[in-house]
């Protein structure tokens, strides 16, 4: 049925109350903007074609922050919601049935929602609102029921008398018409203290004409928050996390604490994976089957393959580990950092832009920055790549079955040939043969007695 509904998304406000320079629509909760969200809801019940978002402010950002291929449509000067309706109709399909009017700011409305909204409205009426009841309305329309339990009028906030303000029951911007709606719209006039284009207006104005809106009651008021404060920001970011959570746990997924983990909405987890507490998983991470991230791991953008072990404290960003590796504690993996099958980082390990061959092993105290290492390859401690000539990065390549010492210092661009050894405390500046032994430092001297004539002296000065 998605062929028959169009959604129009209204995303072009500043959202002052926010105190903000960033438009309201692309602050972020759950990992994502609040836009895409709802796009992302949008698209349960309609192709990317039929979805149109009306921006204005900052409307080169929030064009370019929307991932999914929408249309756009720009209200250049806020005048109302009715207004912002109208500015979207070129860019409607006319043929569509069912018009979906969403906030750009509502990211909590669930998929379920949307399709009992268009459902009721299939069912033959002009028009359905999802409302809600909240103990504190304010802010938001008053929906005034009719004795037959529809919708009679909605009264904005800066209209409403005391005693419609006590009215518990507040329309969320959430709206399903027929095609009527169209006419109707053009017929708002702006009789209102802002000035401005109520849609809400569209209600009376249907029944006048005969037709019936029926409420949507959502007995879950949080699903219909609409976003005007950073404290809501907030309490938005903890429901969709902890909807993430939920989502993972029962998907096989063990989640020692899950009230204390951060996982963003596009991250896939698969089962028998365990996730401990305080740990954020951010962007598009995916994590395979069967691992173990440890407790305050911060992983953004990164791949994890089946059966990997990342203790505590890692944190990676744009990585690939290879199945069956073992990370950490206290290890950082850079953009393009890529630990292979079967690989060991240990402690205080960093990589960057480098390859690290399955089996191989830096277990301590190393930096490999913009290297390509070999399989079975065995990283000493203190081991450190310069990659860096002060204008320049350099590679360094280190090959199949090499032992690098404790303490070595590489110096780009070199090359370790397979198999070669390299003497701990050396600094390598040329390229090493397969198989040979690379010693790079001075010939070390010992002098007999000289510490105790030293001390001799230093006693005769004082």
Known sequence: MKQDLSVIIL??????????????????????????????????VTDPARVVAVIGHQADRVRESVSAPIQF?????????????????????????????????????????????AESVRGGIQGAIATTEVDDPTG??????????????????????????????????????????WKLVEQIHPSNPAGEYYLTDVVELMMHSGGQVTPLLVRDSTELLGINTMAELAVAD??????????????GVTIENPASVTIDRAVTIDPDTVIEANVQLRGDTRVGGGCRIGTGSVLRNCVVEDNVSILPYVVADQAHIGSNANVGPFARL????????????????????????????????????????????????????????????????????????????LVAPVTIHQGAYIAAASIITQDVQPDALAIGRARQENKPGWAKRRREMDTVEK
């Open 334 to 409: 850079r953009p393009k950092a890529h630990a292979c099958e079967g690989t060991h980082i240990g402690n205080f390990v960093e990589l960057k832009n480098t390859t690290l061959g399955a089996g191989s092993k830096a277990n301590h105290l190393a930096y490999l920055g913009d290297s390509d290492i070999g399989s079975g390859v065995n990283i000493g401690a203190g081991t450190i790549t310069c990659n860096y000539d002060g204008t320049k990065k350099h590679r360094t390549n280190i090959q199949k079955g090499v032992f690098v010492g404790s303490n070595s210092t």
């Open 238 to 251: 903890g429901i969709l996390r902890q909807r993430k959570a939920m989502e993972l746990m029962l998907s």
């Open 11 to 44: 995303a072009a406000g500043q959202g002052t109350r926010m105190k903000s320079k960033k438009a309201k629509v692309l602050h972020e909760a759950g990992g994502e903007t609040l836009l895409n969200h709802v796009v992302q809801q949008a698209l349960t």
């Open 73 to 117: 449509a720009l209200q250049a000067e806020q005048k109302g919601t009715g207004h912002a309706v109208l500015c979207a109709q070129p860019f409607v399909d006319p043929s569509s049935e069912l018009l979906m009017i969403l906030s750009g700011d509502g990211p909590l409305i669930l998929p379920a929602t949307l399709q009992a909204l």
């Open 140 to 181: 938001y329309g008053r929906i005034i029921r009719n004795e037959q339990g529809g919708i009679a009028a909605i009264v904005e906030e800066k209209a409403a008398t005391p005693e419609i303000r006590r009215i518990r029951e507040i329309n969320a911007g959430v709206y399903c018409f027929r095609p009527v709606i």
